[in-house]
């Protein structure tokens, strides 16, 4: 119920601040266990898609976001949940695949942070690695604009990746197919 008042808000502060333009939503599989990712470079990025995007995301959150008990508390009610990214997180991981074995949509940004410049190295093997674990399509999501109040915000989704027929990976595979699902979200021409 929180996630959905919240959703109408920023829906509305979006569309009327940012003059939003969604492209390719229709590309979205209906009945799928699905893995937004997208590129990240404003703190704003998770609310932007979750504002565009019907069904609930449960975001995958940097641990610093969780120091502070009442952010903590207001994000994981809203269905976000922590990763340390220094590490190999077994717990963040274990539940992003819990999610959507439940049919729950999860949100993970592959470069792990933000970014102003586009480096697809800093693909992060994990979302791969998750998606193919529990036959996931990964949604590749490019946000394009600069959060500029009246300047035009584009929210472009590309074509589904579909690895559940892949053979069992490596770690440098899993990574390598991250960083290829970070070029298309980067990919040029909407």
């Not at 009945?31 to 990025?45: P, T």
């Not at 940004?109 to 979302?127: I, S």
């Not at 996931?136 to 989704?157: A, C």
Request: glycine residues 4%.
């Amino acid at each position: 119920m929180l996630y959905k008042v919240f959703q109408g808000i920023f829906f509305i502060v979006f569309k009327v601040l940012y003059r939003t333009e969604v492209i390719g939503i229709e590309k979205v599989p209906k009945d799928e266990r699905i893995i937004i990712c997208a590129n990240h470079k404003s703190n704003l990025d998770p609310i932007f898609i979750s504002a565009n995007f019907k069904k609930q995301i449960h975001w995958m959150a940097k641990k610093e976001l969780s120091k502070n008990f009442l952010v903590k508390g207001f994000l994981e009610r809203l269905g976000a949940f922590f990763i340390d990214r220094d590490s190999a997180d077994i717990k963040a991981m274990k539940t992003a695949m819990r999610l959507l074995k439940e049919n729950n949509i999860v949100g993970i940004f592959p470069e792990g942070t933000r970014v102003k410049e586009v480096d697809y190295t800093n693909a992060k093997a994990g979302v791969s690695l998750i998606a193919h674990r529990t036959k996931s399509t990964i949604v590749p999501v490019y946000i394009d604009g600069d959060y500029r109040i009246f300047r035009k915000m584009k929210l472009v989704f590309r074509d589904p990746i579909d690895l559940k027929e892949l053979p069992k990976q490596s770690t440098e595979q899993y990574e390598v197919i991250s960083q290829n699902i970070l070029k298309t979200i980067y990919e040029i021409g909407d």
